[in-house]
Structure formats: structure tokens, C-alpha cells
């Protein structure tokens, strides 16, 4: 590996917006992770955190150092359009599934099922038999995230290749990008688990997320964009529910108002 090359502009530039990039590409991993493991014993939750994204970074390179058979998975490996009797081009080129398009779907389907699941849970409220709310086991909530980790990371990591020439740069901005969310995962994990309203934003994130890969799967490019400024514009709207609904909380006591007034009354 050449290091030299970090001392190029154009390397600094490309490592920067790449590891922006990176950051905001890794939200919906944090928010999975931090949903994921709010439902662990509170001792094991920074555990299941941090191990997660650290797994995140290791499939990313991983995959960096497998470029070659990253670019082959767009090879289609079957066609669904052949398979129900389709003979309209255009359609048989969209039904070609390949080996990235099967991990899209399959990361989909994975996606919306579980945020579907956590949905119903918020809302029906899902307890164990002797009332208390179900705790998942450590082993089995990794292994969730080690799943959601592989198709966010194909995503990650594509794009990546889309925007540096280098692996040296590529590499340094994933590792960069995952320290920042781990310095940063405690605290949005906490305020995604104390505010049930943004909890349920966050799983509707999800169902979002979720559907645009299998569109992606099927060859429906929906771009980043569009559901990026949308989950932006919620958020927002969220954020100032919060603050109204925390004013509303705390009214300002007749008491103080009547005081501040006689107060100006002697500066007077």
C-alpha cells in the first residue's frame, strides 16, 4: 500500500467526501444497531454497539480487498422474466438478477420484515408471559447486525469505488467514518430509545430503507436523494415536536411571571 499518495490534494479531497459520505450511508446502521440493541440487558448494549460497528468496518474492508469479486456480482446468475415465460426485452434486462442484486433483496425483505415486526411490537406492545418485555440473547442480536452489516457495507462500498481511485483512500475513509459513529452511537442510541416517537420514526426510516433496496434489486434506481431529504424533512418536523411538546411540559409558573413584572416595576 502507498501512503504517499495522502500527501496529494486530490486524494484529501476524495478522502473527505467519501468519508461524509460514509457517515451519512452509516445512519441507517447506527439507528438499526441502536434499535437492535435496546432490547439487550442495559450492561450489554454499548457491547453490541460497538462490536457491531466494528464488524460494519471489517466486512467493509473485507470487501475493499475483494474488489474484483465485488464487480462480478453484477453478472447476472439467472433472469425471472425467462422463468414466467417473459419475452419483452426491456423487461427480461430488468427481471436479470445477479449476485448483488440477490443480496439487495434479500437485505430488503430482511429490512422490512423486522421493521414491520418492531412496529407491531411498539403498537400491540408485545410482552413475555410473566409481563415483563422481551429480552433478545446477545449471540442473536450480533448476528442480526452482522447480516444488515453485509448489505449496507455492498452498498458502502460500491459507492466508494465509484468515488476514489485509490484503495488506500477508500479503506481510510471507511475506518474514519466508523470511528465517528462509534464515538457517536451511545448517544443516539439513547435519544432513539428515550423517545418512543422517534424510536417509531427511526424503524419507519427502515421500512423506507428496506423498500428501496429491493427496488434496487429489481433494477428501480430510487435516488438517495429523494429518501435522504425526506428522512432530513421528518426528522425536522420530529425535532420540533419535541421542543414544543417539552414547553408544553413545563409551562412557565404564574408565580415567576408575576415576579419578573413587579421586578421591572421598582427598576422603573
Do not use: C
Request: net charge negative.
Amino acid at each position: 500500500m502507498d501512503f504517499s499518495i495522502f500527501l496529494q490534494p486530490d486524494a484529501l479531497i476524495a478522502l473527505f467526501t467519501l468519508t461524509m459520505l460514509e457517515i451519512v450511508l452509516g445512519i441507517d446502521n447506527i439507528v438499526f444497531i441502536s434499535i437492535l440493541s435496546g432490547k439487550l440487558p442495559k450492561e450489554q448494549q454499548k457491547k453490541a454497539q460497538q462490536l457491531g460497528l466494528f464488524l460494519a468496518m471489517f466486512t467493509r474492508v473485507l470487501l475493499l480487498f475483494s474488489l474484483s469479486w465485488v464487480m462480478s456480482l453484477t453478472t447476472p446468475l439467472f433472469n425471472l422474466g425467462t422463468l414466467v415465460g417473459i419475452t419483452d426485452p426491456e423487461w427480461i434486462e430488468k427481471l436479470a438478477i445477479s449476485g448483488r442484486d440477490l443480496i439487495l433483496l434479500i437485505g430488503g425483505l430482511f429490512l422490512i420484515y423486522k421493521s414491520t415486526v418492531e412496529i407491531h411490537h411498539k403498537i400491540e406492545g408485545v410482552v413475555e408471559e410473566d409481563g415483563k418485555v422481551k429480552v433478545h440473547s446477545f449471540a442473536g442480536t450480533i448476528a442480526q447486525i452482522l447480516v444488515l452489516d453485509i448489505v449496507f457495507s455492498l452498498d458502502s462500498v460500491i459507492t466508494a469505488v465509484g468515488m476514489a481511485k485509490h484503495i488506500e483512500v477508500m479503506i481510510a475513509a471507511v475506518i474514519i467514518a466508523v470511528i465517528v459513529m462509534m464515538i457517536s452511537a451511545s448517544s443516539v442510541s439513547k435519544f432513539v430509545n428515550e423517545h418512543p416517537t422517534v424510536k417509531m420514526l427511526a424503524l419507519s426510516f427502515l421500512l423506507l430503507i428496506g423498500v428501496s433496496l429491493l427496488a434496487e434489486g429489481f433494477d428501480q434506481h430510487i435516488s438517495k436523494g429523494y429518501i435522504y431529504f425526506a428522512m432530513g424533512f421528518s426528522v425536522l418536523v420530529e425535532f420540533l415536536n419535541l421542543k414544543m411538546k417539552k414547553k408544553n411540559e413545563n409551562p412557565p409558573s404564574i408565580r415567576s411571571i408575576v415576579g419578573d413584572e413587579k421586578e421591572q416595576n421598582k427598576n422603573i
